[in-house]
C-alpha cells in the first residue's frame, strides 16, 4: 500500500524536474574551482593551527605562548568544519536528487569504489612513511602495523590511539563512518519522505531527520566532557562529535535539489546571493569569537570546559555554514572570493588538500627531528612545544608538506582514481593487465 502510494506522487515529480527551467541548473558548474580553492585554503590554516601550538605560539599548559597571537591562533580551530559540511553536501546531492525525482537510488559500487579509492591509497602513504620513518621501534608486533591500516587505532587500544605522526587521522575514520552511513541514512530519510507528494512537504521529511543528527553532536560534546571521562578522553575524536556537521551539509544538498526541481529559491540561498561578503563578514565574526573563548580563556589551546566545548560546536556550526554557502548557493557572486579562491594557486592547493591534511603532523616531526629516521624516539607534541622557533617551524614544515601532498597526488591519488574509473567501467581490476 505504501507502495502504491508513493509511485503516483513519483511520477508527478518527475514531471516537474522535467518542467524546471534550464537556467535554474546553470550556476552548479560555475562554483567548483572556488570550492576547490576554498580546501586549498582551509586545509593551510589546518597546518598553521597545529604549527602554532608546536611552535609555542599558543598557551598550551605552563607554556605561555605569544601575546595577541596566541588568541589569533587559537581561533583558527574553527577551519577544520567546513571540509565536513561540503562531504555531506556534496555526497549526498546524487541520492537526495533521486529522492525528490522518484527515481532509483544511486548505484552502490560506484559510490563505494570511488569513495575509498579517494580517501585511503593517501591515507595509507601516510601510514607507511609514519611507521617506517618515526615509529618503527615501537611495533612489537603485527598488531601494531595492522591497528592504523584498518583505521582502528582510534576505536581500540585507546590509550594508544595518538600513533606518532598519525595524530590527525581521527578524521579519517569519521569519513569512513559517513561514507558506511551515507546509503542506508539516505534510503531510511527516501521511504520516509517519498510518503509525501508536496516537493516543500518532501523537504521536510528530509531536514527534520538531520537535524535530529546535529543534536547528537551536541549531546556527544556533553557526553565526552562528563568529569568520569576525564581529559581529552579519545571519545572525542569518534564520529557522533562530527557527524552533524555532515548533516548540515545534506540538508544544503537537499534544499539544492528542491530549488532544481521546483524553480523555487529557498530564502537561505536569497540572502547569500543578496551580499556574499557579508557572510564571510560574519564568519570572521566567528573566528574572533572563538578566539577570545568567553566560557575559557584566549589563547587557552587546552582541553575546554563542558560550556567552553558547547561554545565551540555552535561556532564551528555557524563557521562551516557562513563560509561554505555563499560559494554554492546559485546565483551567489563575489569577485573577491573567485579572486581569491578561483586563482591557479588556490585550486591547486585544494586538489593537494588531503595530503596537506594528512602530512603535516609527520613533516612536523620530521622538522623536529624527531623518530627513528634521526635515532631519536618520538615524542608527543606537547613535550616538544617551543623548542624549535615558530618561523622556523612553518617554513620547514610547509615545504616538506607541499611537496609531500604534491608527490603523493600525482603518484598515489590520481593514479587510484583513475584505477577506478577503469575497473568501474570494465568490471575488473585493471591492474593485473
Avoid at 170 to 197: C, H, M, Q
Avoid at 238 to 262: H, K, N, R, V
Avoid at 332 to 351: I, T, Y
Wanted: proline content about 8%.
Amino acid at each position: 500500500m505504501v507502495a502504491e502510494l508513493a509511485g503516483s506522487p513519483d511520477e508527478g515529480m518527475q514531471k516537474q524536474a522535467e518542467n524546471v527551467p534550464k537556467s535554474k541548473e546553470a550556476p552548479k558548474k560555475a562554483r567548483v574551482p572556488v570550492l576547490d580553492g576554498i580546501r586549498g585554503v582551509l586545509a593551510l590554516a589546518v597546518l598553521l593551527t597545529h604549527v602554532t601550538y608546536a611552535g609555542g605560539v599558543m598557551d598550551v599548559g605552563e607554556h605561555k605562548g605569544w601575546p595577541v597571537f596566541n588568541w589569533l591562533s587559537v581561533g583558527l580551530t574553527v577551519s577544520l568544519s567546513p571540509f565536513f559540511l561540503l562531504s555531506g553536501l556534496l555526497l549526498y546531492r546524487p541520492f537526495v536528487r533521486a529522492t525528490f525525482a522518484g527515481s532509483q537510488r544511486p548505484p552502490l559500487k560506484p559510490f563505494f569504489v570511488r569513495r575509498l579509492l579517494r580517501i585511503l591509497p593517501g591515507y595509507w602513504a601516510v601510514v607507511a612513511a609514519s611507521l617506517l620513518l618515526i615509529n618503527l621501534p615501537t611495533i612489537d608486533s603485527l598488531w601494531d602495523v595492522l591497528r592504523p591500516v584498518l583505521l582502528l587505532q582510534w576505536f581500540v587500544d585507546t590509550k594508544n590511539a595518538m600513533i606518532p605522526g598519525m595524530e590527525i587521522t581521527w578524521s579519517v575514520d569519521a569519513e569512513l563512518t559517513f561514507y558506511l552511513l551515507l546509503p542506508l541514512g539516505a534510503w531510511l530519510i527516501n521511504k520516509y519522505a517519498r510518503r509525501v507528494s508536496d516537493p516543500a512537504q518532501r523537504l521536510r521529511r528530509i531536514i527534520w531527520p538531520l537535524s535530529s543528527i546535529v543534536l547528537l553532536g551536541l549531546a556527544w560534546e556533553v557526553y565526552v566532557h562528563l568529569p568520569f571521562m576525564g581529559a581529552y578522553p579519545v571519545q572525542m575524536f569518534w564520529p557522533p562529535g562530527f557527524l552533524g556537521l555532515m548533516a548540515i551539509g545534506m540538508m544544503f544538498a537537499a534544499l539544492s535539489a528542491y530549488q532544481e526541481l521546483t524553480g523555487r529559491e529557498p530564502a537561505i540561498y536569497r540572502l547569500a546571493a543578496k551580499s556574499p561578503l557579508s557572510w564571510w563578514a560574519a564568519a570572521f565574526g566567528v573566528y574572533v569569537l572563538n578566539c577570545v573563548k568567553p566560557f575559557s580563556a584566549a589563547g587557552d589551546g587546552d582541553y575546554p570546559p563542558l560550556s567552553q566545548a558547547l561554545m565551540d560546536q555552535i561556532l564551528f556550526l555557524l563557521f562551516a555554514v557562513l563560509m561554505t554557502v555563499p560559494l554554492f548557493a546559485p546565483g551567489a557572486r563575489s569577485r573577491f572570493m573567485d579572486a581569491l579562491l578561483g586563482n591557479p594557486v588556490s585550486r591547486f592547493l585544494g586538489r593537494i588538500s588531503y595530503g596537506i591534511y594528512l602530512w603535516h603532523f609527520p613533516a612536523m616531526y620530521f622538522a623536529f627531528g624527531m623518530g627513528n629516521l634521526f635515532g631519536t624516539p618520538p615524542q608527543p607534541m606537547f613535550m616538544v612545544i617551543g623548542t624549535i622557533g615558530f618561523w622556523q617551524l612553518i617554513a620547514e614544515v610547509l615545504a616538506i608538506t607541499i611537496a609531500l601532498s604534491t608527490l603523493t597526488y600525482y603518484l598515489v591519488e590520481r593514479p587510484a582514481a583513475r584505477l577506478g574509473s577503469r575497473y568501474l567501467r570494465s568490471g575488473v581490476p585493471t591492474a593485473t593487465t
